[in-house]
């Protein structure tokens, strides 16, 4: 019954992840797991600022924290029980089966009070065009956020619309960014969410993060859930912002 019951409510979610482009699923994570994931995102934070040396990837600044490729400095992240069933739910919104998942772990951390805000942007934008893609993030704040301690925002249905064009953002601490002006606001809403709560959101759906205005930092935890992406037979055009990426790419290898 219980199996029953969870399938039924991850149709749900899959049914308004599909509409939306998005979902929020309400305490997933119980505050012990919560408790766990805290320590070791500080663990790996303070290490990180410390010595970046020590990680594959990451991008430290002044107002933003990035980190990638966490689940190589954590043991058996994905054998916890809520990322377990996160997986799970993740499979059944992408319609592939668990097995075929792939899982990339990230910190997305905003300083108290010069957390800076995120620039609409959707993120297949940031993946290779001569690739089919079918992913989601799952965002896992690691307390509750509002709009004043940077909670994340969204268009509604702007998955379904394409890939916008992007305009490359330079120099973002070695790095580059994207973003999307002439946001359709009519449909944006900001999401506020509360601890243990969790966001899915498609690949193609248009979204940014308030700033952290407040006097605590804003701690999120970013699982990329995917299938391996699907080389294209015909590429129809790259766009300009593709090609500065690749550019980037190709000098970063």
């Known amino acids: 019954m ?10 749900q979610y ?5 509409r939306d482009g998005f979902v929020v699923v309400p305490q997933l994570f119980s505050n012990k797991e919560l408790n766990l994931l805290n320590s070791i995102y500080n663990d790996i934070l303070i290490n990180f600022q ?3 040396t020590n990680y594959d990837k990451g991008i ?13 400095y954590v043991n058996n992240i994905t054998k916890l029980n809520s990322i377990i069933k996160l997986a799970d739910l993740a499979s059944t919104c992408l319609g592939i089966t668990s097995s075929n998942l792939i899982q990339e772990f990230r910190i997305f951390h905003k300083p108290a009070t010069i957390g800076a805000a995120t620039p609409w942007h959707q ?7 001569f690739f089919i893609h079918n992913s989601l993030n799952a965002w896992i704040p690691i307390g509750s956020f509002t709009e004043f301690q940077g909670c994340m925002k969204y268009v509604i249905g702007s998955h379904l619309k394409g890939i916008y064009d992007h305009e490359v953002i330079e120099n973002v601490s070695e790095g580059l960014g994207l973003s999307v002006r002439d946001v359709d606001n009519n449909n944006c809403i900001s999401i506020p969410v ?3 709560d969790v966001i899915l959101h498609h690949c193609r759906t248009l979204h940014s993060a308030h700033p952290n205005l407040s006097n605590k930092p804003r701690k999120a935890l970013v699982v990329i859930n995917k299938s391996k992406p699907i080389k294209k037979n015909i590429i129809t055009d790259i766009r300009e912002w593709q090609k500065c990426l690749q550019k980037y790419w190709n000098n970063h290898k």
């Open 2 to 11: 219980k199996k029953e019951s969870n399938n039924q409510k991850f149709n």
């Open 14 to 18: 899959k049914q308004k992840f599909k």
């Open 50 to 52: 410390k010595d970046s």
């Open 60 to 72: 430290n600044t002044n107002s933003f924290v990035w980190i990638y490729n966490v689940e190589s």
């Open 123 to 129: 993120d297949e934008a940031y993946q290779s065009p």
């Open 194 to 196: 509360k601890k243990g």
